[in-house]
């Protein structure tokens, strides 16, 4: 972990922002989640795409969370701030749809910090996602919820 | 063809039943939840779940999945525009089996979109147990009914 300052839940402030990557999603990678996860006609087939207004093959809203998720994990949790878990999201909201090609941009808006009443180990964030496409319109956005520990005595600031 | 018209605030419908694999909960994680205790089964031993568990949002992709099976082809739903009131309840561990329960709560027309309509359902996933491991509030978008003539 050289390099990366680790954070605790004490160093989160509402009102930090952190900007997460981007990734480009391709159909390839559309049809392979939604075959798995959501076979509805306009996430899996072209031509049967057509017949919604949604102009044409688009991700699946729970493909486009997936890959927030992994930017969030990928930029954040895996090595800066790991987690000691969330009990869920609220206020999912799927804009615009995602296309074949777009890339995705994620930055997270930290709206609330709550010290644990019953376990002074650990801390609450609330976070807002948002994403955006490559016009800069957002497309997704979502207010999770995660536990992260509190700054242990004796570790650097 | 249920169409907007049709959905009845009460309706319970349940889906069929996935079973869980280690391999299935590991290639989902891979690609989108790359925490350890998604990934390595001897790691997660020493995390609060105490052994190899499913990301959540594995669990909201399954849950989506079973309700495509078993219901979404039966209407004129045009996908969603979000949920609320997501929580992961219980952990879900390799070898569960996880079916869905969906509840249709309210609906309303569309304001903007006369051809169109809104229904809100509890959505719970339930394992072998009958425990809740998640729960969510979804939205639907369904089509009016066509005019005759």
């Known amino acids: 972990m050289t390099g990366v300052s680790r954070l605790y839940w004490d160093d989160f402030r509402a009102g930090q922002a952190f900007e997460l990557g981007s990734r480009t999603v391709s159909k390839e990678e559309i049809v392979r989640f939604a075959r798995a996860f959501d076979p509805q006609p306009f996430h899996v087939d072209e031509a049967a795409a057509q017949r919604y207004p949604y102009g044409g093959l688009i991700a699946s809203g729970w493909h486009t969370a997936s890959m927030v998720m992994r930017?969030?994990?990928?930029?954040?949790?895996?090595?800066?701030?790991?987690?000691?878990?969330?009990?869920?999201?609220?206020?999912?909201?799927?804009?615009?749809?995602?296309?074949?090609?777009?890339?995705?941009?994620?930055?997270?808006?930290?709206?609330?910090?709550?010290a644990s009443r019953s376990k002074p180990d650990r801390g609450l964030v609330i976070v807002r996602h948002e994403l955006r496409n490559q016009s800069g319109e957002t497309v997704m956005t979502m207010l999770s919820k995660g536990f992260f520990p509190r700054r242990p005595a004796g570790a650097a600031a | 063809m249920i169409y907007f018209e049709d959905v009845e605030p009460g309706t319970v419908r349940e889906t069929g039943t996935k079973t869980v694999t280690?391999?299935?909960?590991?290639?989902?994680?891979?690609?989108?939840?790359?925490?350890?205790?998604?990934?390595?089964?001897?790691?997660?031993?020493?995390?609060?779940?105490?052994?190899?568990?499913?990301?959540?949002?594995?669990?909201?992709?399954?849950?989506?999945?079973?309700?495509?099976?078993?219901?979404?082809?039966?209407?004129?739903?045009?996908?969603?525009?979000?949920?609320?009131?997501?929580?992961?309840?219980?952990?879900?561990?390799?070898?569960?089996?996880?079916?869905?329960?969906?509840?249709?709560?309210?609906?309303?027309?569309?304001?903007?979109?006369?051809?169109?309509?809104?229904?809100?359902?509890?959505?719970?996933?339930?394992?072998?147990?009958?425990?809740?491991?998640?729960?969510?509030?979804?939205?639907?978008?369904?089509?009016?009914?066509?005019?005759?003539?």
């Open chain 1, 71 to 114: 930017m969030f994990v990928d930029g954040l949790l895996a090595e800066r701030a790991p987690s000691m878990g969330s009990p869920g999201v609220d206020e999912l909201r799927w804009l615009k749809p995602v296309r074949p090609g777009d890339t995705v941009t994620l930055t997270l808006h930290v709206v609330e910090t709550r």
């Open chain 2, 22 to 149: 280690a391999d299935e909960i590991i290639a989902f994680a891979r690609e989108f939840d790359p925490q350890y205790f998604h990934l390595d089964a001897e790691a997660a031993k020493d995390s609060m779940f105490g052994g190899l568990v499913a990301s959540g949002w594995h669990t909201a992709s399954m849950t989506m999945r079973l309700m495509v099976d078993s219901f979404v082809g039966d209407t004129a739903s045009i996908g969603s525009p979000g949920f609320d009131d997501l929580r992961w309840l219980k952990p879900v561990r390799p070898g569960d089996t996880i079916r869905v329960r969906s509840t249709v709560l309210d609906k309303s027309p569309s304001q903007r979109r006369p051809e169109i309509g809104s229904v809100r359902f509890r959505t719970e996933a339930l394992n072998q147990r009958g425990e809740v491991v998640m729960s969510l509030t979804s939205i639907g978008l369904y089509r009016r009914r066509p005019s005759a003539g």
